[in-house]
């Protein structure tokens, strides 16, 4: 499955080459990780033990390559490898290391070693420190890159709302829950390998583990083929935003040469936009289009945005496609979906959200409070 997930990634080729590339290594090392694990619990190593204990640092890479992947879908610009990067090294180097005592021993003794009634008891030893070495390598490589991961979404979510009014479909949510459910898998994984390493065996659930897991990995490739690249403009245009997202944004804006008389200009300018020429009924609407509007360039309405409305572009626009919809269940006897629709949204659930979040209630308790009132005057 995962060899075959790779090979569709790899042959795609119609989103960005650093994010199909990322995902085909996740899944490459992901198969061989599975195939060492099956390798090792169906015995097979009595017939080849020299490739017994060669995926033990090479596992060690899955979590700095899943969080590749996610910086590679989360960035504008194409990302490869950084020089801090090199620390995704580390582990696995330790990894080699602590495994190099191992890897010279003779077939015989690795096969010795898999026999309790055959076993050097001094080799054993060594072998089970060196893989609790390794899983205590695993867990902190894990837990610092999924976290690292986290960071990432949060980003990414912030830049989305200072350039989209409609962010539902760009905010990558399969892969949020992905990064989630492969960290109760690998606390599962850590677990599974502690009950191995106490001497006793856990039976049927490696075999278990890894058919759950097949079915897993081939939802990560589906959602990874269809996915596409959520920013769409050139590397320059977007520069500032990822500056913007990713620092505090009063240090952003401590040099802009911007006066508050501009800011207080450039707001009446937005407010003109939405309240008259009504542009937040654009289901699409981005900064840029807003930018093209008013003839004011992104980087200072986002200022004007952050610094002086103290608001987001994102919530900015949905205030008044709130207010709208507000109008709308209000005068009309529409359904919720159109009144949805025709304020802005372009979808019942976004608009929900948006709904509960100004109005502090649902757009069906709105309309139902609302008829109350008028029909007790």
Known sequence: MCFLSMAIVLTKQS?????????????FIYGLVKFDQLYMHTSSFEIWPHLAG???????????????????????????????????LCAPFIAVLVATPYYVLSAEQKVA????????????????????????????TAFTYLGMSFKLFRAH?????????????????????????????WIWYAICELWLLTGKQPGSVYLTNMVIEMFFVGFIALQGINQQPVYQESNAELGWVETASNSNSESVYTKSSLTQEVRVEIA????????????YKDSELSLRTLSDKIQVSEVRISETFSQHMKTSFFDFVNQ?????????LQQTD??????????GFNSRSTFGA????????????????????AASR
């Open 354 to 373: 948006a709904f509960k979040k100004h109005i502090k209630q649902s757009p069906s308790q709105y309309r139902k409070q609302h008829s109350a009132n």
């Open 15 to 27: 989103g960005r080459s650093d994010q199909e590339r990322f995902l085909a290594l996740f899944l």
């Open 113 to 140: 070693l898999m026999n309790p009634l055959m076993r050097d008891p001094v080799l054993y030893e060594r072998a089970v420190l060196g893989c609790q070495i390794g899983l205590v390598l695993f867990v902190v």
């Open 320 to 328: 008044h496609r709130v207010r709208e919809a507000c109008r709308l």
């Open 157 to 185: 979510t912030s830049r989305l709302r200072m350039l989209f009014s409609q962010i539902e479909d760009k905010q990558i949510s399969w892969l949020r829950w992905v990064i989630i459910v492969i960290t109760l898998a």
């Open 334 to 343: 529409h359904k919720i979906v159109a009144v949805a629709f025709d304020a």
């Open 54 to 88: 060669i995926m033990f640092s090479l596992k060690l890479f899955l979590p700095s390559v899943m969080y590749f992947y996610t910086r590679s879908l989360t960035e504008q610009k194409e990302q490869w490898f950084k020089r801090q990067d090199t620390f995704a």
């Open 268 to 279: 009446k300018k937005l407010h003109h936009v939405m309240d008259v020429e009504q542009l």
